[in-house]
């Protein structure tokens, strides 16, 4: 049986307590909000922080609500279920609903939070491992060893950004404010990532993820496709966020399309928005804003099913996403 590693526990109840208690804590001490992936990660000894900062008593993380502008704030800590549930997500964000459905199983979605989701470690198949499998090998560069077992001349890991939620909020350009000894600050969510499977975060170590603002509904469309093996519950090997801005005229204003599950970061395809801009979605469009993301889109082998397939993939999955927003109109 795998056990947590020994740590100290804090319980804050305010967004001031828990930033403050982070900023005093040793470098290696951790937030936990629903714990469905830092848990797990402990108990394979991935992180081993010698305090955890539980996020699950401050009332202000937890919640949805409307803003001024017709957007939506949905606090960090606000669990994937109850964003599935709210109306106001599911008339405004139908397709951030559904993605919610899609992440792990009905339990863990009780669980699970979106800010968790947002911040999720990067994932490989020499890395999502036990304890001792990962000793059989000698580890790998991102946990107790020095090499890359999928590029071994490699100097940098290439963990793939895994959680579903990103492509989407990417695409939508959903903003995050985060909180930190400094003061907050409000960035797109695109800019919390970099591309490096084990420093895939931009953001600094002792800022908390307090909100996720939802643009207000504008004469736009967004969706997202999941490729997995298993349709009950398995992580992504590929995810499409794809959004449109239509102008009043039916054509595509603005555009952006976003390969999760990829890279160690979620891959805008600027191709893709190329194909797409200033005319309306044809199968001819669609075509050519996938081929775009067919080629920017480069997995390596470490995941579920072959890098030739999962390549192959990126085509019709993405034409299908671009498929549904057109029968959105
Ligand atoms: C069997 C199984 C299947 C799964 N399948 C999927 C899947 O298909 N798709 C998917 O996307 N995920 C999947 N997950 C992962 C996980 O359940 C979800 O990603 C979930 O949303 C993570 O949220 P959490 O609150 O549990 O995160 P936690 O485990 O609490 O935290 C995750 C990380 O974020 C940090 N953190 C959390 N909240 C904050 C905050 N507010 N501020 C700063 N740092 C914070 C933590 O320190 C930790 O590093 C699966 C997990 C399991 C166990
Ligand atoms: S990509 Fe390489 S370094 Fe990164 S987790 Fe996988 S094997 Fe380890």
New binding site residues.
Partial sequence: MMRLPRFVLHVPRTIAEAVERKASAPPDA???????????NMKRRH?EPSEVIA?HAVED?RGIAEREDGGLDVG??TT?DAVARDGRVQADHPALARTMR????PI?QN???????L???TRCNYYDQNYDWRKSIDFCMKKDGTICWVAPASPRCWAVQ????VPLLVALGAMVELVGPEGARTVPVAALYQDDGIRYLAKRRD????RVHLPARNGWRATYRKV?RRGA????VLGVGAWIEVAPDGSVADARVVLGGVGSAPEVVEGAREALVGGSLTDASIATAADAAWKAGRPLDNTDFTLSWRKEMIRPTVARALEDLREAS
């Fill in positions: 951790l937030y936990v909000a629903g714990g469905t992936d830092l848990y797990p992180q996020l993380l960090a800590t994937l899609l992440i792990s199983t863990l669980m699970g939070t979106l800010g968790g989701n911040l999720l470690d895994s959680a579903d939620s800022e908390l993820l307090t997995r519950f398995d992580f992504p």
